[in-house]
């Protein structure tokens, strides 16, 4: 087969996290890219010998490019998916899809006007723990899903931000950001209809916020929500980012890429933000030139290491089914049944995020309808959104646009 051609728009920081899976994974090529940092174009033209656009328009119009893509700020995502429909290009777009429910609606129009595949990840229900707990629920071993406890603590809030992720209105805070990780975990794994969201939204640190009419208004650091699912089971779901608890923790002390962390050092993300002393909103313009000099071609950047031995994940989760709970973990999957515990270990591929590139690859070389289509991903969206609306009513959110997950055995 020969190697998808990828354009590469937002050479930053999901850029630099899926490097390693576009370098290692034969079946795909990076050929273009376009990102205003010319540092990130330099050293994109340097190491692949492609060609650098100054705008996603012209990138999309490169006849070699077969994909785009896109990891961009999130703000741009649905704009830049109307570009690349535009031009016939089939796109992966970055979670979250986008902002608003309208955007989201605008994006699955786009593509599906243009005959365009529309594939959002890497996100980590793509993690192989997850999809793994997934195949075991659909085939019926362990009875229905009753209920899903998902916990994440992180650092998320004091790791170096651009303005706009600092800012709700923006699809800042860690909803946008985070819960659109976990909630697409956890949809994945109760069947995917959503019925109803009560949420609690925490945004608890003035120095991580935006500006706003009357002063600053925090960023979202943390939630908790309980979600109703299709069928009766139900999900908690937790996550905090203020940078005290670590929960990878309970998991092994494995971090969320894969890779061994150790125990002994405490999160370090509150006290590097302070060290360079831009954590307060007048030093935004700063800590955004720190976070994109880390980034793919910045001053600080380190190119990714050897491939982590264990797999990604989203912190410690149950799954309670009616014969068993199921516990993914780094390695693959705890079964507590009714006689005993074992692990079903999920065989590593040696290239990290590998299952992104499966859907992509299936779905524009076979026809394979991809799992992570716009509409998956729009329900993943309405949920999202229902925290922060929820919070902010105290109501109970309905939901609308659910959908169940295709079936990821047999296909
Ligand atoms: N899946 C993951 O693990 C993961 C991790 C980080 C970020 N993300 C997602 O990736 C997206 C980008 O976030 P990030 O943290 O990488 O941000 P970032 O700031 O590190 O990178 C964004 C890049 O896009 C570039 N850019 C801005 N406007 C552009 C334009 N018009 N055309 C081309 N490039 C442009 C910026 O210069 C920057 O290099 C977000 O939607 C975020 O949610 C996903």
Redesign the pocket.
């Known amino acids: 087969m020969k190697p998808l051609k990828i354009g590469v728009?937002?050479?930053?920081?999901?850029?630099?996290?899926?490097l390693p899976t576009f370098v290692d994974d034969a079946r795909v090529q990076l050929v273009a890219a376009?990102?205003?940092?010319a540092d990130?174009c330099e050293r994109f033209r340097a190491d692949f010998g492609g060609h650098t656009y100054d705008?996603?328009d012209a990138?999309c119009a490169d006849p070699d490019v077969e994909v785009i893509y896109l990891?961009?700020?999130?703000q741009?995502?649905a704009e830049?998916v109307k570009i690349a429909a535009g031009h016939g290009q089939h796109v992966l777009?970055?979670?979250?899809l986008a902002i608003s429910l309208a955007e989201c609606d605008a994006m699955i129009e786009a593509a599906a006007a243009a005959g365009v595949h529309l594939i959002v990840?890497?996100?980590?229900s793509f993690d192989a723990p997850v999809l793994q707990a997934r195949c075991i629920i659909e085939s019926g071993e362990v009875g229905a899903v009753r209920m899903i406890t998902a916990q994440m603590y992180t650092d998320f809030l004091y790791r170096p931000r651009?303005p706009e992720?600092l800012d709700t209105a923006q699809?800042g805070g860690v909803v946008?950001?985070q819960a659109?990780?976990q909630i697409d975990i956890v949809r994945l794994l109760g069947g995917g209809k959503v019925t109803a969201v009560r949420a609690q939204t925490g945004a608890w640190d003035p120095s991580r916020g935006a500006e706003a009419p009357g002063g600053i208004r925090p960023a979202e650091g943390a939630y908790a929500a309980m979600l109703w699912f299709e069928g009766g089971a139900f999900a908690s779901v937790t996550y905090n980012g203020y940078g005290f608890y670590d929960s990878d923790e309970a998991c092994e002390w494995v971090g969320e890429l894969g890779a061994p962390k150790n125990p002994e050092v405490y999160q370090s993300g509150r006290a590097r933000l302070a060290a360079t002393k831009h954590a307060a909103a007048k030093d935004a313009l700063h800590e955004?030139q720190l976070?994109?000099a880390r980034?793919?071609g910045g001053a600080t950047y380190v190119p990714p290491g050897a491939a982590p031995p264990h797999h990604q994940h989203f912190g410690p989760m149950v799954i309670s089914c009616e014969r068993a709970d199921l516990r993914p973990t780094p390695r693959g999957v705890m079964v507590y049944g009714e006689t005993g515990k074992a692990l079903r270990p999920a065989p590593r591929a040696a290239v990290p995020r590998i299952e992104v590139i499966d859907e992509l690859v299936a779905a524009v070389r076979e026809g394979v309808a991809p799992l992570h289509n716009g509409a998956w991903s729009r329900a993943t969206m309405e949920v999202c959104l229902a925290l922060i609306e929820s919070s902010r009513t105290g109501q109970e959110v309905r939901m609308q646009h659910q959908i169940a997950p295709r079936r990821i055995t047999g296909v």
Do not use: C, Q, W
Request: aromatic residues 6%.
């Open positions: 728009a937002g050479l930053g920081r999901a850029f630099t996290l899926m376009t990102d205003p940092r990130a705008t996603i990138l990891a961009t700020p999130h741009l995502h830049h777009v970055e979670k979250p990840g890497h996100s980590h651009r992720e699809g946008f950001s659109a990780h955004a976070k994109a980034n793919y």
